[in-house]
C-alpha cells in the first residue's frame, strides 16, 4: 500500500517485497521464497500444517524430523505478509489474487517448482516412519499430515515439473512396493469418492489388493517412470487389481496416450481384458470416454477384439461411440474388416444405426449405411423402433433421407 501510494504499480509493491522477502538473514529467505512457492503451485489450498511439514523435509533424509519442522507463525513472518492463514479452514492462501498472477507471470522467480513439489512429496513417502503405517488405513495419522497431499498429487507434479532422474528414482521406490503402502490406498479412494464402498476395488482387509506400481504408473501418466519400472523387474503386464483392471486398463480408462504405446509394445499383453465393475475393454473404456488416438492404437494391434461388449449395458465400443456422436471413432471402429456394424446393446436393445438415427448424427448414419452387411429395418428391443422411426421422431430430415435411400420403411 506504501509503493502505491507513492504512484507505483501493484507489481512493483509484489517486487519490492519479495525482494526484501530474498534479503532476509539465514533460512529466513529460503523459508519465505519456499512458502511462497508451494502455496502458489499446489494443487489445493493446503492446510498449515502440510505447508509446514512441506518446508520441514531435507531431501536425502530417510525419515522425519520433527524439529526441522517450522511453525506457521515463522513461514507467514518469512513471507512478510505475503501469505495468509484462512481462519475458516486453516489452510493456507496468497494475500490477493493479484499476487498469484504475478508470480504466474514471473515464473523465474522459482526454479522448476513442481519437480521441487514433487522432490519433498516422494521424500515424504519413502520416510521410514510412513513406509511402516498400515495400508488399510482411512487416513494418514495427525503425525505425518503431508502424506495426504503427497499422496494424491505427486504424480501430478512430476508430470508438470518433466521431473529429472533424482526425482524419478524416488518414484520408482515408491512404487517398487506400491501394493503395500499406504499411498496407493488414499490415491484411489480420491479416484474413488462418490463411490459405494462395494465397488472401490478393496478386499476384505481393506487394502488395494493387486495394485501394484505400475498399475500406479499407468494410473497417473508417468510415463518414463513405467518404463523404468519395466527395465528393474519382470512385471506380469496382465495383472488384474482388486478392481479386475489391468494397467492398460488403467491408461486407457484415464486417457494416457503414451502409457498406452508403452504397455502394446510389450508382446505378452493381452488387450482384450476387461475390467470387473463395468466389464469394458481398455478399447471400449477409450471409445466411451472419447480417447480417438488411444482407439487408434489399440486397433492397430491385430489381436484386439473391436466387438467385445461391456457387461454392465452390453454396448459394444461402435454402440457406444454411434450413442455419443463420435464420428472420429467410429470411422475407426468401421475401417477394420472383423468390425459387427449391426450389435444391439442388451439395455435398450438398439443398434448403432439407431442410436446414431436417435441422436440426429448424420455423419456416423451414413457411415454405418455404407456398409452392405447394416439391415436399416432393424427394430430395438425395448420399444419395437426402426431406425427410420427415430429419425422421424427426431426430426431429423437428412437421416431419415438416409435411410429411405437404403429402402428403410417406417413400421406400424
Known amino acids: 500500500m506504501e509503493e502505491m501510494t507513492k504512484g507505483n504499480h501493484l507489481g512493483d509493491a509484489y517486487a519490492t517485497t519479495l525482494d526484501r522477502v530474498k534479503s532476509q538473514k539465514g533460512s529466513r529467505s529460503r523459508l519465505g521464497?519456499?512458502?511462497?512457492m508451494w502455496v502458489s503451485n499446489?494443487?489445493?489450498?493446503?492446510?498449515?500444517?502440510?505447508?509446514?511439514?512441506?518446508?520441514?523435509?531435507?531431501?536425502?533424509?530417510?525419515?522425519?524430523?520433527?524439529?526441522?519442522?517450522?511453525?506457521?507463525?515463522?513461514?507467514?513472518?518469512?513471507?512478510?505478509?505475503?501469505?495468509?492463514?484462512?481462519?475458516?479452514?486453516?489452510?493456507?492462501?496468497?494475500?490477493?489474487?493479484?499476487?498469484?498472477?504475478?508470480?504466474?507471470?514471473?515464473?523465474?522467480?522459482?526454479?522448476?517448482?513442481?519437480?521441487?513439489v514433487a522432490e519433498?512429496?516422494?521424500?515424504?513417502?519413502?520416510?521410514?516412519?510412513?513406509?511402516?503405517?498400515?495400508?488399510?488405513?482411512?487416513?494418514?495419522?495427525?503425525?505425518?499430515?503431508?502424506?495426504?497431499?503427497?499422496?494424491?498429487?505427486?504424480?501430478t507434479h512430476v508430470i508438470k515439473g518433466q521431473a529429472a532422474g533424482s526425482v524419478t528414482s524416488l518414484a520408482l521406490r515408491l512404487l517398487v512396493g506400491f501394493e503395500e503402502h499406504i499411498a496407493s490406498r488414499l490415491l484411489l479412494l480420491h479416484y474413488m469418492e462418490g463411490v459405494r464402498w462395494s465397488e472401490r476395488?478393496?478386499?476384505?482387509?481393506?487394502?488395494?489388493?493387486?495394485?501394484?506400481?505400475l498399475h500406479g504408473a499407468a494410473f497417473l501418466g508417468l510415463g518414463a517412470v513405467a518404463t523404468a519400472l519395466l527395465a528393474m523387474k519382470e512385471w506380469?503386464?496382465?495383472?488384474?487389481?482388486?478392481?479386475?483392471?489391468?494397467?492398460?486398463?488403467?491408461?486407457?480408462?484415464?486417457?494416457?496416450?503414451?502409457l498406452i504405446k508403452i504397455l502394446l509394445q510389450l508382446k505378452d499383453v493381452n488387450p482384450n481384458i476387461a475390467d470387473a465393475g463395468y466389464g469394458r475393454t481398455p478399447l471400449l473404456w477409450a471409445a466411451q470416454r472419447k480417447y480417438e488416438g488411444i482407439v487408434k492404437?489399440?486397433?492397430?494391434?491385430?489381436?484386439?477384439?473391436?466387438?467385445?461388449?461391456?457387461?454392465k449395458y452390453g454396448q459394444t465400443p461402435l454402440g457406444w461411440a454411434a450413442q455419443h456422436g463420435y464420428e472420429g471413432i467410429s470411422k475407426l471402429l468401421l475401417e477394420r474388416e472383423d468390425i459387427d456394424p449391426s450389435t444391439a446393446d442388451t439395455e435398450y436393445g438398439k443398434t448403432p444405426l439407431s442410436w446414431a438415427a436417435r441422436g440426429g448424427y448424420e455423419g456416423i448414419t451414413k457411415l454405418l449405411l455404407?456398409?452392405?452387411?447394416?439391415?436399416?429395418?432393424?427394430?430395438?428391443?425395448?420399444?419395437?423402433?426402426?431406425?427410420?422411426?427415430?429419425?422421424?421422431?427426431?426430426?431429423?430430415?437428412?437421416?431419415?433421407?438416409l435411410l429411405l435411400e437404403r429402402g428403410a420403411g417406417m413400421r406400424e
Open 201 to 213: 476395488g478393496f478386499n476384505s482387509s481393506g487394502s488395494c489388493s493387486g495394485f501394484t506400481g
Open 33 to 36: 521464497m519456499d512458502s511462497l
Open 297 to 311: 492404437l489399440l486397433l492397430e494391434r491385430g489381436d484386439t477384439n473391436p466387438n467385445t461388449a461391456d457387461t
Open 120 to 155: 519433498v512429496c516422494l521424500t515424504y513417502l519413502n520416510f521410514r516412519c510412513v513406509r511402516e503405517l498400515s495400508p488399510t488405513l482411512l487416513s494418514a495419522p495427525p503425525a505425518v499430515p503431508l502424506v495426504k497431499y503427497a499422496s494424491y498429487y505427486w504424480g
Open 42 to 116: 499446489s494443487e489445493r489450498p493446503l492446510h498449515t500444517s502440510e505447508l509446514c511439514h512441506a518446508l520441514g523435509v531435507k531431501i536425502g533424509s530417510a525419515d522425519l524430523d520433527v524439529e526441522n519442522i517450522p511453525s506457521i507463525r515463522t513461514l507467514i513472518g518469512c513471507s512478510l505478509g505475503l501469505i495468509a492463514v484462512e481462519a475458516s479452514s486453516s489452510t493456507v492462501r496468497l494475500v490477493h489474487l493479484t499476487l498469484q498472477e504475478y508470480l504466474s507471470n514471473n515464473p523465474s522467480l522459482f526454479a522448476s517448482p513442481h519437480s521441487m
Open 236 to 258: 506380469d503386464i496382465n495383472a488384474r487389481d482388486a478392481m479386475g483392471r489391468t494397467a492398460l486398463v488403467w491408461a486407457a480408462v484415464e486417457g494416457h496416450e503414451d
Open 370 to 401: 455404407e456398409r452392405k452387411d447394416i439391415d436399416p429395418n432393424t427394430t430395438d428391443i425395448k420399444y419395437g423402433q426402426t431406425p427410420l422411426w427415430w429419425a422421424a421422431w427426431g426430426g431429423y430430415e437428412g437421416i431419415a433421407k
